[in-house]
Nanobody, 120 residues
Framework: QVQLAESGGGLVQPGGSLRLSCAASGNIFLIYDMGWYRQTPGKQRELVATITRAPTTNYADSVKGRFTISRDNAKNTVYLQMNSLKPEDTAVYYC??????????????WGQGTQVTVSS
């Protein structure tokens, strides 16, 4: 059994910063790609940023230059540093990770989500 536990969400004023963390635990052999997604009511979940083991990163155009994704493989953790936050960044943020419990097959796991609200 694998679990992803997110933390770091909250209420912040426009222009402020937050750092999200997501730690994977359980029966883990190897973690491949990790990522952050977000969702607002009535809309589909959208990609925010992803990171490989290399690591190489990929960002949505809307967050480039403001958000930074990173990972600590020793801690099985992925981070999202969010700077210059805007009201339109308000959403529930979800982390995901492609994890194998043994050599060979892997599957994608999701965290439970953490609310980020940007408002004055």
């Amino acid at each position: 059994q694998v679990q992803l536990a997110e933390s770091g969400g909250g209420l912040v004023q426009p222009g402020g910063s937050l750092r999200l963390s997501c730690a994977a635990s359980g029966n883990i052999f190897l973690i491949y790609d990790m990522g952050w997604y977000r969702q607002t009511p009535g809309k589909q979940r959208e990609l925010v940023a992803t990171i490989t083991r290399a690591p190489t990163t990929n960002y949505a155009d809307s967050v480039k230059g403001r958000f930074t994704i990173s990972r600590d493989n020793a801690k099985n953790t992925v981070y999202l540093q969010m700077n210059s936050l805007k009201p339109e960044d308000t959403a529930v943020y979800y982390c995901n990770a492609d994890i194998s419990a043994s050599v060979g097959l892997s599957r994608v796991y999701w965290g439970q989500g953490t609310q980020v609200t940007v408002s004055s």
